[in-house]
């Protein structure tokens, strides 16, 4: 009998929303259920994403244009979807990602110009997934804002962009939720880590069923 799928689940935010803590946090609760969870990230997740990822996360905030961002970010997504995601949901094991291809809808496709249809059209020739479930983690950007540049990780590119830029990530992540109601659910990431935390294995829990 051909093994049952895994579970494919994102999470997704405006930076500095608690992502890359819950996703640890969710792909732990799953062991402790007795899945085999795989906790990765974008951009990155497989070793030439990870390079892909360099060029993109660190530099001048102009350094790319919106159009050759969203090659760049899709390039790299190819390569953790054939390296990392497919190999892992075929074996049977679950996949926590800390971002995936919203991420491109919002951050290219609605925030400098309107590119939204670039990105859907390249997304359904190169990719053409999407996960079982999207969290989005929803929070007040100033806050986020500082709790990110806090961190001083160098990997600052995107958060340099400023508050008007994160209001208006925001707003397109909500749109996009509202958009997919059937994979996305609103998580309010402004509470403390544990709370944010039990609302995640709430929405995964039932999602198992
Ligand atoms: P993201 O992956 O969305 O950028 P992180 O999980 O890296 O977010 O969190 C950003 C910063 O905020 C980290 O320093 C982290 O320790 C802290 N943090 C995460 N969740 C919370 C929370 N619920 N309340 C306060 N601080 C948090
Ligand atoms: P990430 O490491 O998740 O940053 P953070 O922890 O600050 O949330 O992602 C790096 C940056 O790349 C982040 O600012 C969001 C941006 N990004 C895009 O613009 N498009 C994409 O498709 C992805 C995956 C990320």
Redesign the pocket.
Known sequence: MPQAKGLFISLEGI??SG??TQARRLADWLRARGRDAVLT???GGAPGAEEIRRL??EGDPDRWSPET?ILL?TAARRDHLERTIRPALEAGRDVVT??FAD??RV??GATRGDLRSLVDRIHAEAIGVEPDLTLVLDMDPEVALQR?LARQSG?DR??EFGLPFQQKLRAGFLALAGYYPDRCVVIDASRSPDEIAEAVSGAVAHRLG
Do not use: A, H, I, N
């Open positions: 930076d500095g992502k890359s990230r974008e951009p993109l996360v961002e970010f800390d971002r991420s491109t951050y290219q990110g990997e995107f958060e």
